[in-house]
């Protein structure tokens, strides 16, 4: 079954560190691109973190950058999102997506470039 699923979200303090991860299954992993986008209540999702499929390449938002790291284990066929330093202003659902295409050029970061997306964790964090 293709599929993606996130697990690693909670409930943490300002300041404090969460590790996300994102479990693939269902295709050949090592051949795509992946991202992590978040979405809060009354807004529009937004992009994060992707890392280009041979793992070379990353980018970030400015929101995040310094902050978050994102990084693959091709053999574990899971992507993570490290988030340091975490603000109340992160609070949000994560999702992590697939890239549409495989093997691509370059490391996407629209959201129209993704077709394949997790269910989704919370990650609340208070001040």
């Known amino acids: 079954q293709v599929q993606l699923v996130e697990s690693g979200g909670g409930l943490v303090q300002a300041g404090a560190s969460l590790r996300l991860s994102c479990a693939a299954s269902?295709?050949?992993?090592?051949?795509?691109?992946m991202g992590w986008f978040r979405q809060a209540p009354g807004k529009e999702r937004e992009f994060i973190a992707a890392?280009?499929?041979?793992?070379?390449?990353?980018k970030y938002s400015d929101s995040v950058n310094g902050r978050f790291t994102i990084s693959k284990d091709d053999a574990a066929e899971t992507v993570y999102l490290e988030m340091n330093a975490l603000e109340p202003e992160d609070t949000s659902v994560y999702y992590c997506?697939?890239?549409?295409?495989?093997?691509?050029?370059?490391?996407?970061?629209?959201?129209?470039?993704?077709?394949?997306w997790g269910q989704g964790t919370q990650v609340t964090v208070s001040s």
């Open positions: 997506a697939r890239d549409r295409q495989r093997r691509r050029s370059e490391t996407p970061t629209r959201s129209r470039d993704f077709n394949l």
């Open positions: 269902g295709f050949p992993f090592s051949q795509f691109a």
């Open positions: 890392i280009k499929w041979g793992g070379d390449s990353t």
